[in-house]
């Protein structure tokens, strides 16, 4: 089991950028492929991006690709998420999840792959 704990949150302006971060500890890091997710009050857990145990590949919910970025650091056993232009529709909890795997190329979409989690982090964006 890993330990996830999410930061970087907070109130932002349309327009304005944020940059999350997951720091994991308990098991090897890089033995995880990991996610970011969020959700809203009365909403579903939805998938935001998706990075391989490799780091080498990724995937972005379709309303976000090319505004945020996924990554990680091994070394310092942190997950990060970089949010630019952001939207009043990015308002959310933010959550990191992950995945232990064997294959270093694959990315987990679904929210049912995911094991372990933080407990988040509040992004609002205003208007």
């Known amino acids: 089991q890993v330990q996830l704990v999410e930061s970087g949150g907070g109130l932002v302006q349309a327009g304005g950028s944020l940059r999350l971060s997951c720091a994991a500890s308990g098991r090897t890091f890089s033995s995880y492929a990991m996610g970011w997710f969020r959700q809203t009050p009365g909403n579903k857990r939805e998938i935001v991006a998706a990075i391989s145990r490799s780091g080498g590949t990724s995937n972005y919910k379709d309303s976000v690709k090319g505004r945020f970025t996924i990554s990680r650091d091994d070394a310092k056993n942190t997950l990060y998420l970089q949010m630019n232009s952001l939207k009043p529709e990015d308002t959310a909890v933010y959550y990191c999840?992950?995945?232990?795997?064997?294959?270093?190329?694959?990315?987990?979409?679904?929210?049912?792959?995911?094991?372990?989690w933080g407990r988040g982090t509040q992004v609002t964006v205003s208007s």
């Open positions: 999840a992950a995945t232990l795997t064997l294959i270093g190329a694959r990315i987990y979409n679904d929210i049912e792959n995911y094991n372990d």
